[in-house]
Nanobody, 117 residues
Framework: QVQLVESGGGLVQVGGSLRLSCVAS????????MGWFREPPGKERRFVAA?????????YYEDSVKGRFTISRDNTKNTVYLQMNSLKPEDTAVYYC?????????WGQGTQVTVSS
């Protein structure tokens, strides 16, 4: 079965950095677009960043993270990353990994990111 396992979340001060990782199994990773979404406390889950399937690797970002976050993928490790720099308190959320392709739409269990001021 498909599994997406996130890691790398934690507590960081304003202006700090974190790198989230998501390891996928049970799917042909290179054929899936990969994305990160986040769910702030008491709010809906929203798009953060995405990278298209291997061979294109086009990236997309939500406006508030442009220039601060970078999404990348390593198809040899079935892993997608989210490098987060210059973190702000409003980046506090549970971050979810997403895999989207012709055969399904899958989610990880989430990892908490807390930015303290």
């Amino acid at each position: 079965q498909v599994q997406l396992v996130e890691s790398g979340g934690g507590l960081v001060q304003v202006g700090g950095s974190l790198r989230l990782s998501c390891v996928a199994s049970g799917l042909t990773f290179s054929r899936y677009a990969m994305g990160w979404f986040r769910e702030p406390p008491g709010k809906e889950r929203r798009f953060v960043a995405a990278i298209t399937w291997s061979g294109h690797d086009t990236t997309y970002y939500e406006d508030s993270v442009k220039g601060r976050f970078t999404i990348s993928r390593d198809n040899t490790k079935n892993t997608v990353y989210l490098q987060m720099n210059s973190l702000k308190p409003e980046d506090t959320a549970v971050y979810y990994c997403n895999a989207r392709g012709h055969f399904g739409d899958y989610w990880g269990q989430g990892t908490q990111v807390t930015v303290s001021s």
